[in-house]
């Protein structure tokens, strides 16, 4: 299975498993289905059936969700639209973070070439051939498409264990950023899976971790990287 490395702004490195054109089309059937759904769904709901061309509303209802569906959920949902989720692909930036706007707009308008006026032809070639499995928009915007495990509990039981009594072990958690969370995230995630594996990832992001924060103390690395993310979900106002 091809897997592209990426070096984080952390240096960090990780290691993600492309998604491959098979899983991409899928998505895509996915999201063609929801599509189709809701266009359905409205146009009877707005009882436009028979003069459908005829209305602005039409227009606003019906073809303008459709037409920025991909990138609102891109946007709003961590690189994935509800074909994707069902996939467990997402889209990631080359650099390591999450993509920002700008990548997502650059990707959404590219899908005219990609898949519209080619009816697809252009992105199959192109992933196909790329070395980082790249549609053009991907290529522009820097970003790729890769699978992800369904997320672990981790997550959730940080957020629940951060209970309003909570006394955050290391206030400067709250230095980090939403970006620096998510990395620490994604690297427990990967380290829970695979603790052999993964062991090194994890001993570089708790040594990064601890520099960054100005921590000199030792301490077990899951336990401390678990507790970081605590404390900044209380420090910020996150936890439940």
Do not use: H
Not at 140 to 145: I, K, P, S, Y
């Amino acid at each position: 299975m091809q897997t592209i490395k990426i070096q984080t702004t952390q240096n960090i490195e990780l290691e993600y498993e492309l998604a491959g054109i098979g899983d991409r089309i899928i998505a895509y059937l996915v999201d063609a289905s929801v599509y189709i759904a809701y266009f359905f769904t409205v146009s009877m709901l707005l009882g436009v059936a028979r003069q459908f061309g005829n209305d602005v509303v039409v227009f606003f209802f019906l073809l303008l969700p459709i037409m920025f569906y991909q990138l609102l959920c891109e946007v709003f949902l961590n690189g994935q639209s509800l074909g994707k989720k069902v996939k467990n692909i997402r889209v990631i930036s080359l650099n390591g973070n999450q993509p920002n706007l700008a990548q997502y707009l650059i990707r959404w308008m590219f899908r005219l070439v990609d898949l519209t006026m080619s009816s697809g032809v252009v992105a199959v070639l192109t992933v196909a051939l790329s070395e980082r499995a790249q549609r053009v928009g991907d290529m522009l915007a820097g970003t790729t498409v890769v699978r992800t495990k369904a997320s672990t509990r981790f997550n959730e039981t940080i957020y629940s264990e951060a209970s309003l009594d909570y006394i955050p072990q290391f206030e400067v958690a709250g230095n980090l950023s939403e970006m620096d969370i998510s990395l620490l995230r994604e690297v427990i995630n990967r380290y829970q899976s695979d603790p052999t594996g993964q062991a090194q990832v994890l001993q570089k992001a708790y040594i990064k971790t601890k520099s960054v924060l100005m921590v000199y103390e030792d301490y077990d690395p899951l336990y401390f990287l678990e507790t970081v993310i605590k404390d900044f979900n209380m420090i910020t106002g996150k936890a439940e």
